[in-house]
């Protein structure tokens, strides 16, 4: 599913984006999502159009504890217009 929010390119789909590639807190109620999840959620935001949200959650995601989400935030930078 987030493979396809990033190809259809809307920014309505920014927050669940954003909720799906970020580990959640330890007061969260919500389970963490696998790595590779995490991963396609974050390169479906490479492929938004430019918005400062998206922007700040690329940045932090670049310095995420998952190798794999770290090398799809790296994507922006190809992919951002």
């Not at 909720?19 to 790595?35: E, Y």
């Not at 995490?38 to 938004?48: E, G, I, S």
């Amino acid at each position: 599913m987030c493979r396809s929010l990033g190809v259809l390119r809307s920014l309505d789909a920014t927050e669940a984006l954003i909720a799906a590639s970020n580990i959640p807190g330890i007061s969260s109620r919500t389970k963490a999502k696998p790595d590779s999840i995490r991963a396609a959620a974050t390169w479906a935001l490479t492929q938004l159009p430019k918005d400062p949200n998206v922007d700040n959650a690329l940045e932090k995601l670049r310095t995420d504890r998952s190798e794999l989400v770290q090398k799809a935030a790296e994507l922006a930078e190809f992919f951002r217009e």
